[in-house]
């Protein structure tokens, strides 16, 4: 245990200082974060801060590897390293070129080929015996869309200082919780400790307390969604299968109905699917009065709500009927929420359109 406390220690510190020298150098180089139309910063804030904690946990990583797991899970990993290499380099790069669309589309799918290779893939529907295998045929897909998919959904909710990093901290913390509970400290657990671990010492920079110093870019959260994606999937043969479709889902419904309610508004107007607006979930909630802190502690308790209940329908895995039970309150609690935050988001808005119908009429008159 003390080994382990030192790793995760470790990791937060190095991810701090690494974050802290791209900062300055960021500073020193004029490598700020673009304003645009999604945008809702103002001023000259560096952009790179998911380089130092991508970098730091890709390297801790392949050292747990080969130190601290099984030999044949490090030999397996290596695709998986690769991948994440990849995700980092095409976020780097498109925080300096604004890479297109397809290419990012095409190194993302390439990125989540290097996982399901060496079967790196989601293995049940349930906790619940065989007979809720996924069918062969149908995990590869599955996984594939999963990996690529939640690449993207991180970036969505990457609007908001502070945001995008703790709710991913929280996740990988639960992640951890659930992980440990299947006795499994030194392998998979550890990964998301220092996962979390290295997100904090970028959170240091990135809380708005008062504003965040940098951002992460799109390095970090195309990193941050890539990686939350594959950590559910690194099962250790007979000591841990992966974990089912439907309970990762649940632990990460925010940056997921986030991502599938973008998509539905963009088809729906006929616009691009990567075309920005600013109606995702942070831009609703800021439109109703709050601040950056209370956007993050809203959606961080949401993200802890979530995180109990996807533990414990877990934990009571053995018990059908109260881990469906819990596992549905998640959906539940989380689809309320978007559909409540849409709907007062609608009433205020047709509000705003009214009053100022009523301001103009008067001027008129």
């Known amino acids: 245990m003390a080994g382990v406390i030192i790793i995760v220690f470790a990791s937060f510190v190095w991810s701090f200082l690494t974050v802290?020298?791209?900062?300055?150098?960021?500073h020193k180089n004029a490598w700020y974060d673009k304003v645009d139309e999604r945008k809702i910063h103002t001023g000259d804030v560096p952009r790179l801060g998911g380089v130092g904690f991508s970098?730091?946990?890709i390297i801790v990583s392949l050292f747990l590897v080969f130190t601290r797991t099984e030999i044949y899970l490090g030999f397996r990993f290596i695709p998986v390293f690769i991948g994440l290499c990849i995700t980092l380099t095409c976020g780097v790069l498109d925080d300096f070129h604004?890479?297109?669309?397809?290419?990012k589309f095409l190194i993302q799918c390439i990125a989540g080929f290097l996982v399901i290779i060496p079967a790196y893939v989601f293995q049940h529907l349930f906790f619940f015996g065989d007979n809720f295998r996924l069918f062969t045929w149908l995990r590869y897909p599955l996984s594939f869309l999963w990996i690529v998919g939640l690449t993207n959904a991180i970036n969505f909710i990457d609007g908001v200082d502070g945001l995008a990093g703790g709710v991913s901290a929280i996740i990988a913390l639960t992640y951890a919780a659930i992980f440990a509970s299947f006795a499994n400290i030194d392998g998979v657990t550890l990964f998301c400790l220092c996962l979390a671990a290295v997100i904090g010492g970028f959170l240091v920079f990135n809380l708005p307390v008062p504003q965040a110093k940098i951002f992460m870019g799109d390095g970090g959260s195309q990193f941050l969604g890539f990686t939350l994606a594959v950590l559910p999937l690194l099962d250790q043969g007979n000591i841990r299968p992966s974990l089912p479709?439907?309970?990762?889902?649940?632990l990460?419904?925010?940056?997921?109905?986030?991502?599938?309610?973008?998509?539905?508004?963009?088809?729906?107007?006929?616009?691009?699917i990567d075309s920005p607006d600013k109606a995702h979930i942070h831009h609703k909630l800021m439109f109703l009065g709050l601040n950056a802190r209370g956007i993050d502690a809203v959606l961080y308790g949401l993200q802890i709500i979530l995180g109990i209940l996807v533990f414990f329908a877990v934990k009571f895995q053995s018990r059908f009927g109260m881990s469906l039970t819990f596992l549905g309150c998640s959906y539940f609690i989380a689809i309320a929420f978007f559909t409540a935050i849409h709907f007062l988001n609608r009433r205020k808005t047709l509000q705003v359109r009214k009053d100022a119908g009523k301001t103009l009429s008067e001027n008129v008159s």
């Open 20 to 26: 802290w020298v791209i900062c300055r150098v960021s």
């Open 252 to 272: 990460l419904l925010i940056p997921i109905l986030d991502m599938v309610a973008a998509i539905w508004r963009r088809l729906r107007d006929g616009r691009p």
């Open 55 to 57: 970098a730091v946990f």
């Open 98 to 103: 604004n890479l297109t669309s397809k290419t």
């Open 245 to 250: 479709v439907p309970y990762v889902c649940a």
